[in-house]
């Protein structure tokens, strides 16, 4: 399905480039009073999003316990309807895929169902139609713990999934697992994979490759291969039947993990982060993304500040773009505010070589405390869609996050533009064994909830400026030169903060409880000539924005 998506959007996007100005960029949090975390992300056929994750303020599990947590929105992130599970122990999703009738199968874990619940932990599949209605489930374990962090819908109508398992192949544990079902869920076949000498293999997402040539599925994962106390990254090339071709290793001293694969039309693209290589390694992680084809390794790179931690850690955090090059989402606790608590960074390669391109991280401010990126997306209009968590904004303690930037990277408020230094990295070809196993059943049911929604850094439409009649006689801003005049008619909780002509963040100018009167504050010297905007938003509800022209 992954690959599918891609033809699906740019076939979209030829239709839709004209209205591209026009589209909603939604930047949301979605959750309750405890907390939320969204793994994973996909856009329907209405144009609206369904996020994926698990929940500890709805469902009878929580707070002591996850739910998993199904939010579907319209094109502005607005919540349309919200789907939990209803287990008594921790049950959470991590991948999502689009299904051809248009509705969505989902994938995670569950201590709830299946066999030797709750003591141990077995691999659920969720189908769902448009609406959310439950179609079917199957839940599928064990003796011991088994969980699944990828799903895809097959070019036959059915999935695939894969994971780890502590009840299939030889100990020690984990296992890689892999199943591949049929258009209701039921196993055609099931494996569990391991390399010499066996350690612990997990594999994290899985892809189709379409047309297939010879070979049909792409694992990628971590395991210990090279030196039993740090993982490797690897690539798993599977036949139709499950049988393994190839295995590609990148052999780092340290720990090095792949969590998302595409299959670019040429050969495989992984990425995962590192710290064998890169910037700052093996202190601190950067991020990868590699390039190999079953006749071996293409190139590999590494991007990251040598200050602290890059990581990507999700089964769609890799993608291919409209332009054929690459996009990676994460995190970064090396820029942007509240560092080293971790931001969003989303990373854009070039076609080709996957050379560095542009890196936005979100937010600009204040996002003083944790936001984590996991998957993303192309939107329908050619722009991207990131899901991940916050405990920044929002209602709980941890939060769905829901942001959209526009094809550039950009979106008028909430994205900083960041340079990254990069490095290389190599890989060379491994081994592995597997067999065969028969997964016991069980399903899991889904009820009705609701999510609160709250607003991160609302876009402003600085080209239009707000009637003054929002605010109180006497609260205005003048620029005079490079002194900039801001009078309050009363004490205001402030931000005031300066964009360019199209829209993108500049620089704070302040930020805080004022006192009524004038304040005056001196434009940054290492502005640049041309069209400014200063935007003033009021306790976060109120906005008035003045152009003005620098010398």
């Given at each position: 399905?992954?690959?599918?998506?891609?033809?699906?959007?740019?076939?979209?996007?030829?239709?839709?480039?004209?209205?591209?100005?026009?589209q909603?960029?939604?930047?949301?949090?979605?959750?309750?009073?405890?907390?939320?975390?969204?793994?994973?992300?996909?856009?329907?056929?209405?144009?609206?999003f369904?996020?994926?994750?698990?929940?500890?303020?709805f469902?009878?599990?929580?707070?002591?316990f996850s739910?998993?947590?199904?939010v579907?929105t319209?094109?502005?992130?607005?919540?349309?309807?919200?789907?939990?599970?209803?287990?008594?122990?921790?049950?959470?999703?991590?991948?999502i895929t689009?299904?051809?009738?248009?509705?969505?199968?989902?994938?995670?874990?569950t201590?709830s169902?299946?066999?030797?619940?709750?003591?141990?932990?077995?691999?659920?599949?969720?189908?769902?139609?448009?609406?959310?209605?439950?179609?079917?489930s199957?839940?599928?374990?064990?003796?011991?713990?088994d969980?699944?962090?990828?799903?895809?819908?097959?070019?036959?109508?059915?999935?695939?999934?894969?994971?780890?398992?502590?009840?299939?192949?030889?100990?020690?544990?984990?296992?890689?697992?892999?199943?591949?079902?049929?258009?209701?869920?039921?196993?055609?076949?099931?494996?569990?994979?391991?390399?010499?000498?066996?350690?612990?293999?997990?594999?994290?997402?899985?892809?189709?490759?379409?047309?297939?040539?010879?070979?049909?599925?792409?694992?990628?994962?971590?395991?210990r291969?090279?030196?039993?106390?740090?993982?490797?990254?690897?690539?798993?090339?599977?036949?139709?039947?499950?049988?393994?071709?190839?295995?590609?290793?990148?052999?780092?001293?340290?720990?090095?993990?792949?969590?998302?694969?595409?299959?670019?039309?040429?050969?495989f693209?992984?990425?995962?982060?590192?710290?064998?290589?890169?910037?700052?390694?093996?202190?601190?992680?950067?991020?990868?993304?590699?390039?190999?084809?079953?006749?071996?390794?293409?190139?590999?790179?590494?991007?990251?500040?040598?200050?602290d931690?890059?990581?990507?850690?999700?089964?769609?955090s890799?993608?291919?773009?409209?332009?054929?090059?690459?996009?990676?989402?994460?995190?970064?606790?090396?820029f942007g505010?509240?560092?080293?608590?971790p931001?969003?960074?989303?990373?854009?390669?070039?076609?080709?070589?996957?050379?560095?391109?542009?890196?936005?991280?979100?937010?600009?401010?204040?996002?003083?405390?944790?936001?984590?990126?996991?998957?993303?997306?192309?939107?329908?209009?050619?722009?991207?869609?990131?899901?991940g968590?916050?405990?920044s904004?929002?209602?709980?303690?941890?939060?769905?996050?829901?942001?959209?930037?526009?094809?550039?990277?950009?979106?008028?408020?909430?994205?900083?533009?960041?340079?990254?230094?990069?490095?290389?990295?190599?890989?060379?070809?491994?081994?592995?064994?597997f067999?065969?196993?028969?997964?016991?059943?069980?399903?899991?049911?889904?009820?009705?909830?609701?999510?609160?929604?709250?607003?991160?850094?609302?876009?402003?439409?600085?080209k239009?400026?707000?009637?003054?009649?929002?605010?109180?006689?006497g609260?205005?801003?003048r620029?005079?030169?490079?002194l900039?005049?801001?009078?309050?008619?009363?004490?205001?909780?402030?931000?005031?903060?300066?964009?360019?002509?199209?829209?993108?963040?500049?620089?704070t100018?302040?930020?805080?409880?004022?006192?009524?009167?004038?304040?005056?504050?001196?434009?940054?010297?290492?502005i640049?000539?041309?069209?400014?905007f200063?935007?003033?938003?009021?306790?976060?509800?109120?906005?008035?924005?003045?152009?003005?022209?620098?010398?």
């Amino acid at each position: 399905m992954k690959s599918l998506k891609i033809f699906t959007i740019s076939t979209l996007v030829l239709f839709s480039i004209a209205s591209l100005n026009s589209q909603p960029l939604p930047a949301k949090t979605y959750g309750g009073t405890d907390s939320e975390r969204a793994f994973a992300l996909e856009q329907a056929m209405d144009n609206g999003f369904v996020l994926a994750g698990w929940t500890r303020s709805f469902g009878p599990g929580t707070p002591g316990f996850s739910n998993v947590l199904i939010v579907k929105t319209d094109s502005a992130g607005t919540p349309l309807w919200a789907k939990i599970s209803i287990g008594q122990y921790d049950d959470e999703a991590y991948s999502i895929t689009q299904t051809f009738d248009g509705g969505f199968a989902i994938t995670g874990w569950t201590y709830s169902y299946g066999i030797n619940a709750p003591q141990f932990s077995n691999i659920f599949v969720l189908k769902i139609d448009p609406l959310g209605n439950l179609q079917w489930s199957r839940v599928y374990g064990g003796f011991s713990d088994d969980q699944a962090y990828s799903i895809i819908q097959t070019m036959d109508g059915g999935y695939a999934i894969t994971g780890w398992t502590n009840s299939f192949g030889p100990p020690p544990y984990p296992n890689i697992l892999v199943m591949k079902l049929d258009p209701l869920g039921f196993p055609q076949w099931a494996r569990a994979y391991w390399t010499l000498p066996n350690l612990e293999e997990e594999g994290y997402d899985i892809t189709e490759v379409i047309p297939p040539d010879t070979f049909q599925y792409i694992v990628a994962g971590r395991a210990r291969i090279s030196d039993p106390t740090n993982f490797d990254a690897f690539d798993l090339i599977l036949d139709q039947y499950g049988n393994p071709l190839l295995v590609t290793v990148v052999p780092g001293e340290n720990e090095d993990e792949a969590y998302s694969v595409i299959w670019d039309g040429t050969g495989f693209v992984t990425a995962g982060w590192t710290n064998s290589f890169g910037p700052g390694a093996p202190n601190f992680s950067n991020i990868f993304i590699w390039k190999g084809m079953p006749g071996g390794f293409l190139w590999g790179w590494v991007y990251g500040w040598a200050n602290d931690d890059e990581k990507c850690l999700d089964d769609q955090s890799l993608m291919m773009t409209m332009d054929g090059g690459y996009a990676i989402s994460g995190w970064t606790k090396s820029f942007g505010p509240g560092i080293p608590n971790p931001n969003f960074l989303i990373l854009k390669l070039t076609p080709g070589m996957g050379l560095f391109q542009w890196a936005r991280v979100h937010p600009s401010a204040p996002g003083a405390q944790f936001e984590e990126a996991y998957p993303m997306i192309h939107t329908y209009f050619g722009g991207y869609g990131i899901a991940g968590w916050t405990n920044s904004f929002g209602l709980g303690l941890d939060d769905f996050h829901f942001l959209t930037l526009d094809p550039s990277g950009n979106r008028p408020v909430c994205v900083l533009e960041a340079e990254l230094p990069s490095d290389s990295l190599f890989a060379y070809p491994w081994h592995m064994e597997f067999e065969d196993f028969r997964p016991e059943l069980d399903s899991m049911p889904l009820v009705d909830t609701i999510v609160e929604e709250t607003d991160i850094c609302p876009v402003v439409d600085i080209k239009n400026k707000p009637s003054k009649k929002q605010f109180k006689t006497g609260t205005e801003i003048r620029v005079k030169g490079n002194l900039v005049e801001l009078t309050l008619a009363n004490n205001s909780e402030i931000s005031l903060q300066v964009f360019d002509i199209s829209g993108r963040y500049i620089r704070t100018l302040a930020k805080g409880i004022f006192g009524s009167g004038t304040h005056r504050f001196i434009l940054p010297q290492d502005i640049e000539a041309g069209v400014y905007f200063i935007n003033l938003q009021i306790e976060g509800t109120r906005s008035l924005t003045t152009k003005f022209i620098k010398l």
